[in-house]
């Protein structure tokens, strides 16, 4: 079975410049996380989707960030503009559905982001 | 107050001893607790859950919940160097299905 997918692996860009994240969850895990992690931190959930409905988007910064699930399958996030600030690790995961929280969820390998 | 909180350390310890990791969390009605083990430059990997109070042992992992204290940890026996790494303790809060997670405790173990 494929792990959780995502890509790019790093990410360069200048700030005020924009940046898309792909995810291509566990087949058929329902539920779709994307988790920021800054440099000695834990990761913070951004959102959370269960199939194309985003359930949980509180800690989503909307000013700048957006994301979407079409058809429920793969996801993209997206920074428009970019600040300094951004420079993190984007994590995606995956759970069946309702389950994450009581087994845990699986993470991608992650997109590094830098911002210059 | 922290919703999940850890020492960052570093903790360290000898090959062979025990490793123990600490976490404490804000919400009394949570229910599952989680260790993720992080290596420098890669994603966090499941290696223990539990739900229950008390020690639930997984080959040389054994997790232990207090939920009176609100208390979750991790011991390590047998330390290997192999186990230096960022411990992650995560807590699916009672108000969602999502996991909270600390700030992660380094361990080093020393050959």
């Known amino acids: 079975e494929a792990g959780v997918v995502q890509s790019p692996r790093y990410k360069i860009i200048e700030k005020k410049q924009p940046v898309a994240f792909w995810c291509n969850p566990i087949s058929g895990h329902n539920t779709l996380y994307w988790y920021r992690q800054n440099l000695g931190q834990g990761p913070e959930l951004l959102i959370r989707y269960e199939n194309e409905e985003a359930v949980d988007d509180s800690q989503l910064p909307k000013d700048r960030f957006s994301a979407e699930r079409l058809k429920g399958v793969d996801s993209t996030l997206k920074i428009q503009p970019a600040e300094l600030g951004d420079s993190a690790v984007y994590l995606c995961a995956s759970s069946p559905e309702g389950r994450g929280g009581n087994y845990g969820y699986t993470f991608g390998s992650g997109t590094r982001l830098t911002v210059v | 107050q922290k919703e999940v909180e850890q020492n960052s350390g570093p903790l360290s310890v000898p090959e062979g001893a025990i490793a123990s990791l600490n976490c404490t969390y804000s919400?009394?009605?949570?229910?599952?607790f989680f260790w993720y083990r992080q290596y420098s430059g890669k994603s966090p990997e499941l290696i223990m859950f539990i739900y229950s109070n008390g020690d639930k042992e997984d080959g040389r992992f054994t997790a232990q919940l207090n939920k009176a204290s609100q208390y979750v940890s991790l011991l390590i026996r047998d330390s290997q160097p192999s186990d230096s790494a960022t411990y992650l303790c995560?807590?699916?809060?009672?108000?969602?299905?999502?996991?909270?997670f600390g700030a992660g405790t380094i361990l080093r173990v020393k050959s």
């Open positions: 919400d009394r009605g949570s229910q599952s």
């Open positions: 995560a807590v699916n809060m009672e108000y969602g299905n999502k996991l909270v």
